[in-house]
């Protein structure tokens, strides 16, 4: 049974990655974007711990492993909930490397390396990594959406700026 150790609002989804790391935590966080809570959206990630290093990760939506991740790519504030769970039990099919949260969800590479030196060593350690980034790749919609969002920041910008 899982227990309840962490539920608030945090500025960006390094936060909690950063928590559960420095705590060892071992169980489940679930996040959730502050836009999503607002709207009432179904965008949820759920991340499992082992001793502070991410191993398994599956999205509201069924994406699981660096699918999810890639599915949750989130830029602002998040509601973070870390359950303790002494044997925690994540479906199969979820697998993540150990820093692959850190490097997609928070593009933090110090958290990411301390994340690494953290994790035990095992052979397929990046293959999660790399399915991330094919996730990703093949998510037209999430390109698109980070296409729109820099173009309206860049002609904010640029108003900004007094540029035509």
Wanted: proline share 9%; charged share 30%; with cysteine.
């Amino acid at each position: 049974m899982s227990r309840l150790v962490f539920s608030r609002t945090v500025p960006d989804t390094a936060a909690p990655l950063e928590t559960a790391l420095d705590v060892a935590h071992t169980g489940r966080a679930v996040l959730e974007p502050q836009q999503t809570l607002l709207l009432d959206a179904a965008d949820r990630l759920t991340l499992w711990f082992d001793d502070g290093v991410p191993t398994h990760a599956r999205h509201s939506d069924g994406r699981a492993g660096g699918a999810a991740l890639a599915a949750f790519a989130n830029p602002g504030p998040v509601r973070v909930e870390l359950h303790a769970d002494p044997a925690p039990s994540p479906p199969a099919d979820c697998a993540v490397a150990p820093d692959a949260p850190a490097s997609h969800l928070a593009g933090d590479d110090d958290l990411a390396a301390r994340t690494r030196e953290r994790a035990p060593d095992t052979p397929d350690a990046d293959a999660g990594s790399l399915d991330a980034v094919e996730a990703f790749l093949a998510d037209d919609d999430a390109i698109a959406d980070i296409r729109e969002r820099a173009r309206e920041e860049a002609e904010r910008r640029a108003d900004e700026w007094g540029f035509e």
